[in-house]
């Protein structure tokens, strides 16, 4: 769990003690020990975030996204799996090589079990275990690693420079008191911030499926990217039927 709880965790009173026991008869704590929002005039750790005591090895670190008075909290936990920016998945590789291998293995069927069934379905399902079977040969699935590939097109020199701005501004708001007329300021800026940051992001993906060749699937991208679902990246396939070249005919 974690959040903006509104209690004060640097306190000792009969208020925080006793979350702190609500926790501990579930065998959870908070992991977060330092301030996450700071005042000219007042530091406070508001925001938590709550895990079972028994979890393994972590990190955790307070920092300045430049987006809120609030700061961010990151945290590492070692689970003893692979990371996630090399994930594991089964692929197929084509290559020239293993694409002959499967023809030369097609062309040694008799496809006597396909011929001899006078059932249509029968026959189809004859010639799919067979074809599927000198695929699996041929082709077979590999373990390969997989990096996550980020796409920051969106990101210009303007918003970077934007970026590194509110993180100063925020910075002057906790370090020192400031008049109404800054304060203003800041949360105008900080406003038009979000506001450009989102559009740039909206840009880059009308961008992104208007550019694709299939558009549905570019969609279908946007959308695992945004849930943190990491797509496998296929390999184009073509199937040549006589004449006739399908594609992506799986």
């Not at 307070?62 to 003893?80: C, E, P, R, W, Y």
């Not at 303007?158 to 701005?165: E, M, T």
Request: charged content about 30%.
């Amino acid at each position: 769990m974690c959040g903006d709880w509104n209690l004060n965790f640097m306190l000792d009173n009969i208020k925080i003690q006793e979350v702190k026991n609500l926790l501990e008869s579930h065998n959870l704590t908070n992991i977060v020990r330092s301030p996450t929002r700071i005042t000219p005039t007042s530091e406070s750790l508001i925001d938590v975030v709550i895990i079972n005591k028994q979890n393994p090895e972590l990190e955790i670190s307070v920092v300045d996204m430049g987006f809120s008075d609030h700061l961010a909290q990151v945290i590492k936990i070692n689970t003893g799996k692979e990371n996630r920016n090399n994930k594991i998945a089964m692929r197929r590789h084509l290559t020239k090589s293993n694409t002959e291998e499967l023809k030369q293995l097609l062309s040694k069927e008799s496809w006597n079990e396909v011929l001899k069934h006078s059932d249509v379905n029968a026959s189809l399902q004859a010639f799919m275990d067979t074809f599927l079977f000198c695929f699996e040969t041929a082709i077979p699935y590999k373990r390969i690693k997989l990096r996550e590939r980020k796409n920051n097109r969106w990101l210009s020199k303007g918003l970077i420079n934007s970026s590194k701005k509110m993180k100063m501004l925020n910075n002057l708001k906790r370090r020192f008191t400031l008049t109404n007329e800054v304060l203003g300021y800041i949360k105008k800026y900080q406003s038009i911030y979000k506001r450009v940051l989102k559009e740039a992001k909206k840009r880059d993906n009308h961008r992104y499926v208007t550019e694709a060749a299939n558009k549905t699937k570019a969609m279908w991208q946007l959308i695992n990217r945004k849930i943190g679902k990491i797509q496998d990246y296929d390999h184009k396939l073509e199937l040549r039927l006589g004449n006739n070249i399908i594609k992506n005919p799986i």
